[in-house]
Every structure is written in C-alpha cells, then in structure tokens.
C-alpha cells in the first residue's frame, strides 16, 4: 500500500491543471485567478502555463461574468469559475438559478450547461456578516444544482476531474478556506469512485453517527477522538461530501449500528443541510432513532467581526463532544479551548 501526503489547495491546483491540459476547451475564470495570491493558491501557476487566454483575470462584475461563463458552457467550452467568497454568489443569482440550473430542462434536453463554480466559505476572524457566510443549503434547494463539499484533498481533486470530464451540468463546490493549508494522507491504491458525488465513511463507530459537511468534518474527527481516549465511546463518520440530491442509504445504514445521530454543518441549522438529513431520516425510518437527534452549525445570527464573539459564534470539536456525551446519557471531560481550538490560527487575514 502506497500513502503520500497531499496538500488540500495544491491538489485543487492540481486539479485545476489537469482539467486545462486534458481539454483544451476548459477556460479558467473569475476575480484573481492570476493574480499572486492565485485564489488562496489553488490556481497559482495556470496563467503562466496555458496563457491568459484560458486563465482569465475578470473585474469585479459577478453577474457579468458568470453569465459569460454560462453562455462559454452553452458554446462547447468548460468554465471553472471561481468566486473568493460565498456570498459573491448572491450577486450572480440569477445567472446561476434561473439560467444556468434550468437551461436543460426549459429546452429539453437540446442544451446542457456543464461547469464548475468554485465558491469559499470565509470563516477567518475578521471577516464579518458579509464575507463568512456558508450558503450551501441555499443552492442545494434549486432543482439542476449540484452542491458538494470537498472535505479532503482528494475528494476535491476526484469531484472536480469527474465534473469537468463526465459531468453535463452545472456544480457548485464549497470550499472552506481552512482547508487550504491542511495535509492529508492518500491511499493511491485505493479504487476511486465511479461518481465520486457520494458520502463517504470516513470512521466506522457503533455507539454514535456523525455527519459532518467540509471543515466540520476535520471537527468530528478530532471530536471522536477525543470521546474514544477519554469515554471509550465509538462514532461513526460520514463525510457528506453532496448536499445536493442526499443519498440517505449511508446514513441509514449507520443509524441501524448506532439509534444516536449527530450532524455537524458549517452553516445555520434552520432549513439547512441539517434539517434535510432529519427529513430524509424521519420519512424513511424514525425508529432507527434512539435518541433525539442534536444538530449543530453557526448561531442564529450575522457573523460577529470580533475574534472573541466569533469563537462563540463557530461550533468546534468540543460542542461536538458535549452534543455525543448527550447522547449516550452521560458526563465526560470537554476540552478546554484551547484544545478545541487546535489546528485554528488566531489570524489569517483577508486572504
């Protein structure tokens, strides 16, 4: 067995890369794509090496550009476009909900509309209400949008060469930009998926799920950790990976190990990924559920811009343990936060 450790920003780049030198139709396109930052470093390199032709630096016009990467998908080319914050989204809305998600279907099969938006979650402190939002629930509910969550270098690099190669629709991908700096161990001789847009067990457990979408995911891994040195108690991981179109076989295949279900998203739990997963659960079968399910994202509110309300804001590992020692009926030790913190540096900057 063959394992190597790959970076989660320079597997994208590889990614990336791999797309434009395969199919000389994929264009690479948004605010900063060339410039030195190169979007956190997921596209550093590309301009130099096929041109700016096809790495194309836009102003600052989200609308307009996503609507020309829409018109590039209808005319044979490949669009990734990028956008350094999930929120700039809600200024293409109407490129991305009413055009591009519904072109197919409004003309019946005779156009399709195969591109990939690349968008980052901005949890980072300072980056206040309009820079941190985390809008995948939004975008999963539009019929024609595909949302994933890449939660590990590898899930990122499958998705995207299987969206850019086999895939005829739109797909929206959330990257969570703590991330980018995170090292991660690839099996090379592991079978890669025929549809990487799957769950994925990340931790077989039989006392606790977990589902978890992106960072969360790195949480609940630290989270079950701890639980299993400190109380012997054994989760389950799911890697949701999809929040659009959720295949609710993993998770009920878990919860007939477990009854007890814990999901963990990077969002509000109101009408989000999180609700979903208990309809899905509820309308399927509830009496899998031993105990009440615990859901856990942002606090009701706009993101706070202070480092300190932040923190409170943000749900950690140690949230995850006290909501996993709720459900199994007992106390345990809760991390300080310090060791919650972990792997959080206290300030990344803008960028």
């Excluded at 956190?40 to 194309?56: D, K, M, P, Q, W």
């Excluded at 980072?124 to 270098?153: D, Y």
């Excluded at 978890?212 to 389950?236: F, L």
């Amino acid at each position: 067995m063959s394992i190597d450790s790959v970076n989660y920003k320079r597997r994208i780049a590889d990614a990336m890369s791999d797309i434009l030198g395969s199919n000389p139709n994929a264009v690479v396109i948004g605010q900063g794509v060339s410039d030195s930052t190169a979007i956190f470093g997921t596209t550093e390199g590309l301009a130099n090496e096929y041109g700016h032709s096809r790495v194309i630096d836009t102003a600052i016009m989200e609308e307009g550009m996503t609507g020309i990467a829409v018109g590039m998908a209808l005319n044979g080319l490949y669009p990734i476009q990028t956008h350094i914050r999930v929120d700039f989204l809600m200024l293409a809305m109407n490129q991305i909900v009413n055009m591009a998600a519904k072109y197919r279907y409004m003309y019946g099969d005779s156009f399709e509309v195969p591109m990939l938006i690349r968008a980052i979650v901005g949890r980072s402190w300072g980056q206040g209400p309009q820079h941190s939002q985390s809008l995948q629930s939004l975008f999963a509910h539009i019929p024609g949008l595909t949302v994933i969550m890449p939660a590990s270098a590898q899930s990122a690099y499958d998705s995207y060469i299987y969206a850019a190669k086999s895939f005829k629709n739109p797909v929206i991908s959330i990257e969570h930009r703590l991330l980018y700096d995170m090292t991660f161990k690839t099996d090379h001789e592991e079978i890669a998926l025929d549809d990487p847009f799957v769950a994925r067990l990340i931790q077989a457990g039989q006392d606790v799920t977990i589902i978890a979408t992106s960072y969360m995911v790195q949480e609940a891994q630290r989270a079950a950790q701890w639980v299993k040195e400190h109380a012997n108690i054994e989760c389950e991981i799911i890697d949701l990976h999809i929040v659009s179109n959720i295949d609710p076989r993993p998770i009920l295949r878990s919860l007939k190990k477990t009854g007890r279900m814990l999901v963990a998203d990077t969002s509000w739990q109101a009408y989000g990924v999180s609700a979903e997963i208990c309809r899905l659960v509820m309308e399927s079968d509830p009496s899998l559920l031993q105990e009440p399910v615990i859901t856990m994202g942002m606090a009701p509110t706009p993101c706070p811009t202070s480092h300190s309300l932040e923190d409170i804001y943000y749900q950690d590992m140690a949230d995850i343990v006290e909501g996993i020692y709720k459900l199994m009926r007992r106390d345990g030790v809760i991390p300080s936060k310090s060791e919650a913190k972990g792997m959080r540096k206290s300030f990344k900057g803008p960028f």
